[in-house]
């Protein structure tokens, strides 16, 4: 009875919380040359211009903010140190046109610099792989960039002519995965970004999106492999360890998914209520070890946004007798 109960609760929870979840912003932080910037801070504001938090741009200029409530929301790219001009960028988050009712947001950032400064005046973060682009492509991308917010099938139509052009141009593969996850064209993104990791071994981001698009198309081996190399690239990444875990408990290599869930709840300081979700089901469901469900799904509720807390007051009392009748089941066995 118990082990339906908490069945029905895990139903119910991730019913209620997979919007926020899904909701998310990513993006591509790109010099004046229109080459990926690594190495850089950008900032999640509320609507209040109050900080959420900061990502780091992966070594593809690739950045993520995930599990967020619909709302208006700012980005801010930190310059400090560089001979960039500081640039801030509002985001209505949460549109119900979105498809599932799900909204992801491609926010590409194109940095300026400061006309104050002289370029390399103070040093720029890292950029890397540039390539030398046919005009003709480079204004098929532009174009598409310009309309991949207000207009993704026509960006996508686009992108899709710059790489018949230049069939290694990579700012426009990732591109085009992107595009293609955003209007669940899978297989098409699955193909665009196993291209772009062709082009550059390097891309974490592309790793990344393309264990996404695998994980959607059930192809959960090829989605742990490129997961693993995205964890390869950037063994910082919360999103990337979660998602690993995921992906393994569908192979049912348990003892993996614990490993790289732990992973990912050091890397996000015991603050990560997705990751303690997770782990609350892998170590009641698979590894039967209640006692540490009973710690993470604690874990869970106090992780939550206050914005959660307020939006799901029946739901965590929910919660609450799910977490009693677990520690009663233990009891009742010892």
């Known amino acids: 009875m118990v082990r339906r109960s908490f069945a029905l609760a895990g139903a119910i929870f991730i019913l209620v919380f997979s919007a926020a979840a899904q909701n998310s912003i990513s993006g591509i932080v790109f010099d004046p040359q229109t080459r990926p910037v690594n190495d850089i801070d950008v900032e999640l504001l509320d609507s209040f211009e109050r900080l959420i938090g900061t990502r780091k741009t992966s ?8 599990r ?9 790219v930190r310059v400090a140190g560089t001979n960039f001009r500081e640039t801030k960028q ?8 979105a498809i599932g009712g799900v909204d992801q947001k491609q926010i590409d950032i194109f940095l300026e610099y400061d006309p104050r400064l002289r370029p390399g005046e103070k040093g720029v973060p890292g950029v890397v792989f540039a390539q030398e682009v046919p005009e003709s492509a480079k204004a098929y991308f532009e174009t598409a960039s310009a309309f991949s917010e207000k207009n993704p099938e ?3 139509e686009e992108v899709s002519k710059a790489v018949d052009i230049f069939p290694e141009y990579f700012l426009a593969l990732e591109l085009l995965g992107d595009l293609s996850l955003k209007t669940q064209k899978i297989e098409q993104a699955e193909a665009a970004f196993l291209r772009a990791t062709n082009v550059n071994p390097r891309c974490f981001g592309c790793f990344f999106n393309l264990g996404i698009a695998r994980n959607k198309l059930n192809k959960h081996q090829l989605a742990a492999e490129s997961l693993e190399k995205a964890n390869a690239l950037d063994s910082g990444s919360i999103n990337s ?7 393994y408990r569908k192979l049912k290599r348990f003892s993996d998914a614990e490993a790289v869930l732990l992973r990912a709840k050091e890397l996000g300081k015991d603050d990560e209520a997705d990751v303690n979700w997770q782990l609350a089901e892998l170590y009641y469901f698979d590894l039967k070890q209640p006692k540490k469900a009973i710690v993470e799904l604690e874990g869970f509720l106090g992780n939550l ?16 007798r799910l977490i009693r009748k677990i520690e009663n089941e233990v009891d009742g066995g010892s």
Do not use: C, M, P
């Open 305 to 320: 946004t206050n914005q959660e807390k307020r939006d799901n007051r029946k739901r965590i009392e929910t919660i609450r």
């Open 59 to 66: 070594g593809s200029g690739f950045y993520t903010f995930q």
């Open 154 to 156: 026509r960006a996508l």
């Open 90 to 97: 509002r985001i209505d988050l949460g549109d119900l046109n």
């Open 241 to 247: 360890h979660l998602l690993l875990g995921i992906v």
């Open 68 to 76: 967020l409530n619909a709302g208006i929301y700012y980005l801010k």
